[in-house]
């Protein structure tokens, strides 16, 4: 799509103006890395913040990490931001993001060779529950993989879940992090699964919307009873709809 959307525009923005401050003042970085880096251990000590400020913190060895981040929040945050609007789009972001980093502290705490006092830094975790969402939202999109071969946007979903599934099981890069990317994918299976894109108003209210979905799932349960209940005794209509 066209142009730049808002909150996309404004996540750009703020993260590379933290990222250049950090990158002209190494003093600086190490302080906002250690003060609002994702650090396990300091998490379980009340820092919680650090769920959120973390993703707003990239490597300054290189321009490798925020590079690529920036672009595909570009690529696939502005289509999605265009569907949703800016505040439904932040509410799916962050929470992809916060979720990513509950899996970051629980399985360094979990998994053998955990670092609970390693700080992690990057928005990863909440791009890869992007990355989900445009591939169930326009599943037919082509994207160009490694920019060079066209496919089907749920065919490069399927193919990324699988490199990290690989990645992770086969010991190649941190295992706690890329369970985390998997981890930002899940939350957005969550969000889009419960409904809480269709959440309206100023406030997020994520047990109401799963309370709407478990009473949605016992109508369907008793529906079918129902028609197991009329088939049993010979009342069943001819097909599977509703009689009014």
């Not at 590079?67 to 789009?89: D, H, I, K, Q, Y």
């Not at 990057?122 to 490694?146: E, K, Q, T, V």
């Not at 992090?177 to 939350?187: E, K, P, Q, R, V």
């Not at 047990?207 to 529906?223: F, G, P, Q, V």
Request: charged residues 15%; positive net charge; contains cysteine.
């Amino acid at each position: 799509m066209g142009g730049i959307t808002p909150a996309v525009r404004t996540l750009l923005i703020v993260n590379t103006v933290i990222f250049v401050c950090c990158m002209l003042s190494q003093t600086l970085d190490a302080t906002l890395v250690t003060l609002f880096g994702l650090r396990p251990a300091s998490v379980l000590h009340l820092a919680v913040w650090q769920l959120f400020s973390y993703m707003f913190l990239h490597s300054t060895v290189g321009f490798t990490h925020i590079l690529f981040n920036m672009l595909t929040l570009w690529m696939f945050g502005v289509p999605l931001e265009s569907v949703w609007g800016s505040r439904r789009f932040l509410r799916f972001y962050f929470f992809c993001g916060i979720g990513a980093g509950l899996f970051v502290v629980v399985l360094n705490y979990l998994l053998p060779g955990g670092r609970p006092d390693i700080p992690t830094i990057g928005a990863s975790g909440a791009l890869y529950g992007l990355l989900l969402a445009f591939g169930l939202i326009f599943p037919d999109a082509r994207i160009l993989f490694f920019f060079l071969f066209p496919i089907q946007a749920r065919v490069y979903v399927w193919i990324m879940a699988g490199i990290l599934l690989l990645t992770t099981w086969g010991g190649i890069g941190g295992p706690v992090s890329n369970i985390a990317h998997l981890g930002g994918m899940a939350c957005g299976w969550i969000f889009l699964k419960l409904g809480l894109d269709r959440v309206r108003g100023p406030e997020f209210h994520p047990l109401e919307s799963l309370d709407e979905w478990y009473k949605d799932w016992k109508l369907k349960r008793a529906k079918r009873k129902f028609q197991v209940y009329l088939k049993k005794h010979g009342q069943g209509p001819r097909d599977d709809r509703w009689v009014n």
